[in-house]
């Protein structure tokens, strides 16, 4: 049995062990994807940089999805597929029904079958154990799924960096300040709700002023380019900057939480003035 074939063996026998609906094949490796759709019994979503690989089969798979770059021949790759699903997830490609066995290759160095419980594994469906009761899920997941593209895409070829406050505004209003004038003064509630698609690509494009966005817990932007005070010791991993010092100081001195997207392409959730959840490079 060539690599391949006994690599989708090893995910059909884990797949009927624990009652999985769904493979996740992520490979630029056309043997691979050939082999899935052989052997597969239930529907298959694939991930691929390889922008011909997935126009070529993109047709006999439930979905498909284009990486930005291959996955790493190193242990760095789970964080991508980490990502991945997470952005699977915010796009109606998975849901807490599923029961996944991911399949990965990269290059020769790595070849990993692995089971993944949506309902149990992916972190944003446990962020409501944290929230407050005045913070829509649904925005902190709009709120995310904004961070991940400006984490991948930026803004014209450049990485973007910034932050968003949700939840607990008025207590948040009172520790932080003007930086510029805010640009969401004016404006109704409805046009200014983070859940209005019309709003998405204005989000992205004051994502570049320094500042905070301030995000009441219905979704409704209330301010951006805010700088938020950072008051006492603060304790942050290591080599991370100001955004985070003002998401950790600023989710201590309220109960709101903060989404920092640094720079790098990392998305780190602040709750009570520590990270709770880990998105893209660490």
């Given at each position: 049995?060539?690599?391949?074939?006994?690599?989708?063996?090893?995910?059909?026998?884990?797949?009927?062990?624990?009652?999985?609906?769904?493979?996740?094949?992520?490979?630029?490796?056309?043997?691979?994807?050939?082999?899935?759709?052989?052997?597969?019994?239930?529907?298959?979503?694939?991930?691929?940089?390889?922008?011909?690989?997935?126009?070529?089969?993109?047709?006999?798979?439930?979905?498909?999805?284009?990486?930005?770059?291959?996955?790493?021949?190193?242990?760095?790759?789970?964080?991508?597929?980490?990502?991945?699903?997470?952005?699977?997830?915010?796009?109606?490609?998975?849901?807490?029904?599923?029961?996944?066995?991911?399949?990965?290759?990269?290059?020769?160095?790595?070849?990993?079958?692995?089971?993944?419980?949506?309902?149990?594994?992916?972190?944003?469906?446990?962020?409501?154990?944290?929230?407050?009761?005045?913070?829509?899920?649904?925005?902190?997941?709009?709120?995310?799924?904004l961070s991940l593209e400006l984490a991948r895409e930026g803004r014209e070829g450049h990485p973007v960096g910034t932050l968003f406050v949700l939840g607990d505004s008025e207590a948040v209003m009172r520790h932080s300040r003007p930086a510029v004038l805010n640009p969401f003064e004016g404006h109704s509630e409805k046009d200014r709700n983070i859940l209005d698609d019309g709003l998405w690509e204005t989000a992205k494009e004051f994502a570049q002023i320094d500042g905070a966005f301030?995000?009441?817990?219905?979704?409704?932007?209330?301010?951006?380019?805010?700088?938020?005070?950072?008051?006492?010791?603060?304790?942050?991993?290591?080599?991370?900057?100001?955004?985070?010092?003002?998401?950790?100081?600023?989710?201590?001195?309220?109960?709101?939480?903060?989404?920092?997207?640094?720079?790098?392409?990392?998305?780190?959730?602040?709750?009570?003035?520590?990270?709770?959840?880990?998105?893209?490079?660490?």
């Open positions: 049995m060539d690599r391949a074939h006994a690599l989708l063996e090893s995910a059909r026998q884990l797949g009927e062990r624990t009652g999985a609906t769904l493979l996740i094949v992520v490979s630029e490796r056309e043997d691979v994807v050939k082999a899935a759709l052989e052997r597969s019994s239930i529907p298959i979503l694939f991930a691929s940089g390889n922008a011909e690989l997935l126009e070529q089969y993109a047709g006999r798979v439930r979905d498909a999805i284009r990486l930005r770059a291959p996955v790493s021949e190193t242990l760095s790759f789970l964080p991508q597929v980490k990502e991945l699903l997470l952005g699977a997830f915010f796009q109606g490609m998975l849901t807490t029904d599923d029961v996944a066995i991911v399949l990965v290759t990269a290059g020769d160095a790595v070849e990993l079958v692995m089971h993944y419980d949506i309902a149990h594994d992916v972190e944003v469906v446990h962020l409501h154990e944290e929230l407050e009761d005045d913070v829509d899920l649904r925005v902190v997941e709009r709120l995310l799924k301030i995000v009441r817990g219905d979704g409704v932007v209330l301010a951006a380019g805010r700088y938020v005070d950072t008051e006492g010791q603060l304790e942050v991993q290591a080599g991370l900057g100001g955004r985070h010092l003002a998401a950790a100081s600023i989710t201590r001195a309220s109960s709101a939480i903060a989404i920092v997207v640094s720079s790098s392409g990392t998305i780190r959730v602040f709750k009570k003035g520590r990270a709770i959840m880990v998105v893209g490079r660490s």
